[in-house]
């Protein structure tokens, strides 16, 4: 099992930086590709930022590209997301998760951290 914890969030103005940490315990995190969701008020759960499958490489959802930069650390356990230039619609708590998979691709075990709340105020 990977206990995941975030931090970071925060009220902030249009504008400003925040940076999210997720810490991860138990089973090596080295052993787990990463993402960030986030899920804003009477909507669903959506992915912010990840690394492709087997690739350091990161992808990014539209609405923040540019904006966001997610990276790791995995000798301290740490999963990052760098966040500038934030906007209103940014609001929402933000999810660190972490999963494996098999040679066929599929998800064969996955964990979610508690969530940190972002708001960005205008």
């Known amino acids: 099992q990977v206990q995941l914890v975030e931090s970071g969030g925060g009220v902030v103005q249009a504008g400003d930086s925040l940076r999210l940490s997720c810490a991860a315990s138990?089973?090596?995190?080295?052993?787990?590709?990463a993402a960030w969701y986030r899920q804003a008020p009477g909507k669903g759960r959506e992915f912010v930022a990840g690394?492709?499958?087997?690739?350091?490489?990161?992808n990014y959802a539209d609405s923040v590209s540019g904006r966001f930069t997610i990276s790791r650390d995995n000798a301290k356990n740490t999963l990052y997301l760098q966040m500038n230039s934030l906007k209103p619609e940014d609001t929402a708590i933000y999810y660190c998760?972490?999963?494996?998979?098999?040679?066929?691709?599929?998800?064969?075990?996955?964990?979610w951290g508690q969530g940190t709340q972002v708001t960005v105020s205008s």
């Open positions: 138990g089973r090596p995190f080295s052993n787990y590709n």
């Open positions: 998760y972490a999963y494996s998979r098999n040679d066929m691709g599929r998800t064969i075990n996955d964990y």
């Open positions: 690394f492709n499958w087997g690739s350091s490489r990161p």
